[in-house]
């Protein structure tokens, strides 16, 4: 029996792992994102899936773990003085935008025929926006540090903060609903005083308790004791702040915070990294599985309904807010879309309206199903705003866009490499016309003396507009290599009397190149590499004649590898790469000569013994 409960436990956590394995690299490839992999593996193998999990509450329990530390890896990038900063954002933007749209949602359930108390309780849930999903969507687009993903995080701070008096009203609200014991001002004030005390707390012990504690380990130089220690830290701030009635989440960020000006930084956020990342994926799963489809199959109607209502009504109070922050137009809809959906924190404001008698299990269900659904929601919706939303135009004021250019040297691309390129060139008192289509660069470059017209060297066109034909010389500076051999192909096709010099982002692009028949290409990191191992020779006390000489050799190396594998591909030549593996040598001298057995085996040892 032992053994049976083994196999099942040891089959289901399989079968976790197999699903996200699977669906995760399936949905990313068709440009659906991880988290809706990861939710649509839940429901897979969940209880309204393949039914290899019963108890998905369970595994959510553990799972928001993930989210946890998540967040202590977001505080540990917000210093507090940035925390600071932020102040405006997390109780002016956050308030604002939290109040606004909880009025709105319990609109949508008190016109529609639900009581007020049920009404609240229900659209102050779908208020808290999935940190879960934000903080991901985020990540996986690079927006963490931008003004916009800023923003988004201050209001999902104010969000963790406001689960603390949205469960104090709803024990406020529990003898309205229910006639249980009246719960008195007193007793909401206290739990918001308990609930500051243990932020309070918090604070003190991470200023004066945490660096010295890891300072001691440390010292210790066992590495396991240190993830030990990281792990409590996440932990032990989450169940402290979760016992002052906070949100776990909130307790392993100020954790973060506390720590995000330690010496130990880097090495807890490497610590807790492969639990966030596995744990995380775990909540989503988890989330998929919690999907009641027989709830939804009987009320499919309701749902439906309450799902657009909630997410169209929060994204319109979402944008009205920023747009009365003086956010534009594009800002204020990226963030309506992606916060519009409801979020973990609502199952917990939602499990405690039922105990306290608000809405029965039924309504708990549905509520938690139209949760789910606007989860599942939210990553389709932003593939919708991605190709529905215009692309947005660059300004191009004060900008001159190429027309009919004479200069006897055509630049293309003026980023960190052109910008050094030129500099001989007008030095030497040369004409030299400059292209480039980024905007910024080109008004940058004004700034600083440089004239730069606007125009995409890709298109012919503009190659002729720019006087490519008449140049006595063109230099392709851009710095993506596949643009770099379209316009060298273009050029040879078109112009191929005209000497085109290109930059190679790497070897394979250079190979590229050189087919396109460009005159010169130079690999954009190889001649400074080499300048910089041959000043290491020279400090190292080699002869500078001999580190000059040790350089030439290694171009010469370099380009014999290249012509091979001009013919042989990217895997030839490498005999011409001197690589830094030991070469097997005997385990140990031999005892003595090697003997001839023969008249023809002396006649070969004594050949190499007359040539010494």
């Not at 985020?138 to 800023?150: V, W």
């Not at 003898?175 to 308990?194: D, F, K, R, S």
């Not at 392993?252 to 492969?274: C, I, K, M, Y």
């Not at 000043?535 to 012509?563: N, Y």
Request: net charge negative; glycine share 10%.
């Amino acid at each position: 029996m032992a053994a049976e409960a083994s196999n099942s436990e040891l089959i289901q956590v399989v079968a976790l792992l197999a699903a996200g394995v699977v669906a995760v690299p399936i949905f990313k490839r068709i440009g659906l994102g991880s988290i809706l992999g990861y939710l649509a593996a839940g429901l897979a193998i969940g209880p309204f899936g393949l039914g290899i999990f019963n108890d998905s509450g369970a595994i959510l329990h553990v799972a928001e773990l993930g989210v946890v530390m998540f967040l202590f890896i977001i505080g540990l990038e917000m210093r507090p003085s940035r925390l600071w900063s932020l102040r405006r954002e997390i109780f002016g933007l956050g308030v604002l935008q939290v109040g606004f749209c909880a009025v709105l949602l319990t609109g949508v359930g008190y016109f529609t025929g639900f009581p007020l108390a049920q009404s609240f309780v229900a659209g102050a849930g779908f208020v808290l926006t999935s940190t879960a999903i934000v903080m991901q969507l985020l990540e996986e687009r690079g927006e963490m540090s931008s003004p916009g993903g800023q923003r988004m995080i201050s209001i999902l701070l104010l969000e963790d903060i406001a689960i603390v008096p949205l469960l104090a009203l709803v024990a406020f609200l529990a003898p309205v609903a229910a006639g249980h014991p009246e719960t008195t001002w007193i007793t909401v004030l206290t739990n918001i005083g308990i609930g500051i005390g243990a932020i309070v707390g918090l604070v003190v012990a991470g200023r004066y308790l945490l660096n010295p504690l890891f300072r001691i380990l440390a010292d210790s130089k066992a590495r396991e004791v240190m993830t030990a220690a990281a792990l409590l830290v996440v932990l032990g701030s989450a169940l402290a702040l979760q016992m002052g009635g906070l949100s776990m989440a909130m307790g392993a960020f100020l954790a973060g915070v506390l720590l995000s000006e330690s010496t130990f930084r880097h090495q807890l956020e490497a610590d807790v990294e492969p639990f966030r990342g596995i744990l995380l994926g775990l909540f989503f799963l988890a989330v998929g599985m919690s999907l009641n489809l027989s709830v939804v199959a009987a009320n499919w109607q309701m749902v439906l309904f309450y799902v657009l209502a909630y997410m169209i009504v929060k994204a319109l109070g979402i944008y009205l807010i920023a747009r009365l922050l003086k956010s534009d137009h594009a800002q204020a809809i990226e963030r309506a879309v992606v916060m519009a959906q409801g979020g973990e924190f609502a199952f917990v404001l939602y499990s405690a309206a039922t105990t306290a008698g608000i809405i029965d299990g039924e309504a708990n269900s549905l509520l938690t199903a139209i949760v789910i659904i606007s989860m599942v929601l939210t990553p389709l919706a932003i593939i919708g705003l991605r190709y529905l939303t215009p692309k947005e135009e660059q300004s191009l004021e004060d900008v001159d866009v190429v027309d009919d250019l004479h200069g006897s040297v055509l630049v293309i691309g003026f980023g960190r490499f052109g910008q050094i390129a030129t500099q001989p060139l007008l030095l030497r008192g040369l004409d030299v016309s400059i292209i480039d289509n980024d905007v910024e660069m080109i008004q940058a470059a004004a700034t600083f003396g440089f004239k730069v017209y606007y125009g995409d060297g890709t298109r012919l066109d503009i190659l002729h507009a720019a006087g490519a034909g008449r140049a006595r010389a063109v230099l392709i500076c851009v710095d993506k290599g596949e643009i770099a051999v379209k316009i060298a192909e273009q050029m040879k096709s078109e112009y191929p009397l005209v000497p085109v010099l290109a930059r190679a982002f790497d070897r394979g692009i250079a190979m590229d190149l050189i087919q396109a028949g460009v005159d010169y290409q130079l690999r954009e990191t190889f001649e400074s590499a080499l300048s910089f191992g041959e000043a290491t020779l020279r400090k190292l006390g080699i002869d500078e004649e001999e580190a000059a000489e040790t350089i030439r050799d290694v171009r010469e190396r370099d380009d014999a590898r290249l012509d091979a594998q001009l013919v042989g591909g990217l895997a030839a030549g490498r005999g011409f790469f001197k690589g830094n593996m030991p070469i097997p040598a005997p385990l140990a001298p031999p005892k003595r000569p090697g003997r001839a057995m023969s008249e023809e085996t002396a006649t070969v040892l004594v050949k190499p013994a007359a040539a010494d």
